[in-house]
């Protein structure tokens, strides 16, 4: 701020002395006394200026030595804490460096849509112990960091929550909603792959006993995980075997 104050004062040095002259190309005729009298008036302006500028300068060199103190104070002060906590410097810094990066790997899980998600659901775990880890720190104790830990932490409930939720679709009509097995495995908010069809069929067999008919209005369970269990890749070897042995037919509703 005060750097920019000095540029201020010369940017008006300046428009203040091509104010100035300017006039002196305008007149024809001035003579040595009113010249003199004029150069006068510049210099004492000029030694004004100089003036300023020279106190700024010292305002400024006398900032940075309180700031430098200041600095010095701060350090003295964190030194004097983490020593009452039993910790050293390098221990806030590294407890500081991997909470930061918990921050950013969470703020990239919450990017996710919940099927996406299940996807971490191992990781998300991993993250919670850790986090419950880093509370029992007496670095939490600390103000910024307690309180970045309780918020990290409260995210990451939040995230294992979503998963945690039962997952369901309620089936549309065939004819609106081209729904079937397949047709809802592959939609970007369940699957987003056709193939993971039998998942659903498994996960409901209480109410699809043929995974070629499903009604509208049903609510299906959309279980969690991105690959088929060697049960559900059982089931849909033995619906494709008893499909080839009997003539095609097209989806019911």
């Known amino acids: 701020m005060k750097t920019n104050h000095i540029f201020s004062l010369i940017l008006f040095i300046v428009v203040v002395m091509l104010f100035n002259i300017t006039p002196l190309f305008a007149q024809e005729e001035m003579t040595k006394d009113q010249w003199q009298e004029q150069m006068t008036s510049y210099k004492a302006k000029q030694a004004d200026l100089q003036a300023q500028v020279t106190k700024l300068n010292a305002d400024i ?47 990239e899980l919450q990017r996710m849509s919940d099927a996406e998600l299940v996807n971490y659901k191992d990781e998300l775990a991993q993250l919670d112990s850790r986090i419950k880890e880093m509370a029992q720190s007496k670095i939490c104790l600390i103000p910024r960091y307690g309180d970045r830990v309780k918020a990290l932490q409260d995210k990451i409930t939040a995230l294992m929550n979503s998963i945690q939720k039962e997952k369901t679709y309620t089936v549309g009509t065939w004819g609106q909603d081209r729904d079937c097995l397949w047709n809802i495995a592959k939609k970007k908010d369940i699957y987003a792959n056709a193939w993971m069809w039998p998942k659903i069929w498994q996960g409901n067999r209480d109410i699809i006993k043929d995974p070629d008919v499903i009604k509208p209005k049903w609510v299906l369970k ?11 890749k059982s089931a849909a070897n033995r619906y494709y075997r008893n499909k080839a042995a009997a003539p095609a037919e097209a989806p019911k509703q």
């Open 222 to 232: 959309i279980p969690e995980g991105n690959e088929l269990s060697k049960e559900e």
């Open 61 to 107: 060199e006398g900032l940075k030595v309180q700031s430098s103190k200041l600095d010095t104070d701060l350090l003295t002060c964190e030194d004097a804490l983490y020593a009452m906590l039993g910790v050293t410097r390098a221990d806030v810094e590294a407890f500081d460096k991997e909470l930061a990066q918990m921050e950013n790997r969470v703020a």
